[in-house]
């Protein structure tokens, strides 16, 4: 009777193995065919290997109590390692020498702005590419705003000087009066599989010495009490939500709030 059950338990098992086999061979075939990727045969099951395993975590993730939501996205065949080898700044960079220059106006300062909506002052979410060039794109984006609501229209300008702001408060008047804000922070993990919501993360650190990605925040927000950064990336539009991401703003969150600069054109 036992020799008859355990052999009942390991056919049921294999039988689930087998159905988890087929559907984690599917989702990947359909995910490649969206972001037309090819690969040969060792490299196929490798992939897929990787592909299920963040396909797990995302799953995990979605399933408990947490402020964004992660999704499969053009990453999602990719360790970290291998996404922050390319996407990522190869040395993290140390902010802690910048010395804040911005001098903050008396506010009182908008709950919410948002300078896509202000008129043609944010151009199209841009893709990096892999390489770590995301410093590039954040200023580049920074300096078409910038000049956008000087002149009224969006120009391709040369290296200007830089206003560093040292904390979330000059950033948001920085924000709220200026123009958008050009910041780094530290990418993790967590945040290469993002879909949406606010970010936030327990795997960063809240630290000068650890950012690793330049973006550009076009302005804040809040929601159910918890206060946020718009956020544009340079991984493309089909990544976050159409290339932008909500961080969680007045936390200096993965390091934002030292890293951060724009232009006086």
């Given at each position: ?151 009224g229209r969006?120009?391709p300008l ?44 327990t795997e ?62």
């Amino acid at each position: 009777q036992f020799s008859l059950s355990l052999l009942l338990c390991v056919v049921y098992q294999t039988h689930f193995d087998i159905i988890a086999l087929f559907s984690d061979d599917f989702h990947f075939k359909s995910w490649m065919a969206q972001h037309n990727k090819v690969y040969n045969t060792q490299e196929y099951y490798e992939r897929l290997q990787i592909f299920t395993e963040n396909k797990r975590r995302i799953d995990k993730h979605n399933e408990g109590n947490h402020s964004f939501t992660m999704a499969l996205n053009q990453f999602s065949d990719m360790t970290f390692g291998e996404f922050r080898k390319s996407f990522l700044w190869s040395e993290p960079q140390n902010c802690s020498a910048t010395k804040g220059s911005y001098i903050s106006s008396n506010g009182p300062h908008p709950v919410s702005i948002d300078w896509r909506k202000k008129g043609n002052y944010v151009t199209d979410v841009k893709n990096q590419g892999p390489c770590g060039s995301c410093w590039t794109f954040s200023t580049t984006g920074c300096l078409e705003s910038v000049a956008a609501i000087a002149t009224g229209r969006l120009l391709p300008l040369s290296e200007q000087q830089l206003v560093d702001c040292y904390n979330e408060m000059e950033m948001v008047d920085a924000v709220a009066t200026r123009n958008p804000v050009s910041f780094a922070f530290e990418v993790t993990s967590d945040f290469m599989l993002y879909s949406k919501g606010v970010y936030t993360s327990t795997e960063c650190h809240n630290t000068t010495d650890k950012v690793n990605h330049a973006v550009l925040a076009v302005g804040y927000g809040q929601d159910n009490g918890t206060t946020y950064w718009i956020v544009k990336n340079s991984w493309g539009s089909s990544w976050g939500m159409n290339g932008y991401f909500f961080i969680e703003r007045g936390k200096n969150m993965c390091g934002l709030a030292a890293c951060s600069s724009f232009p006086v054109v």
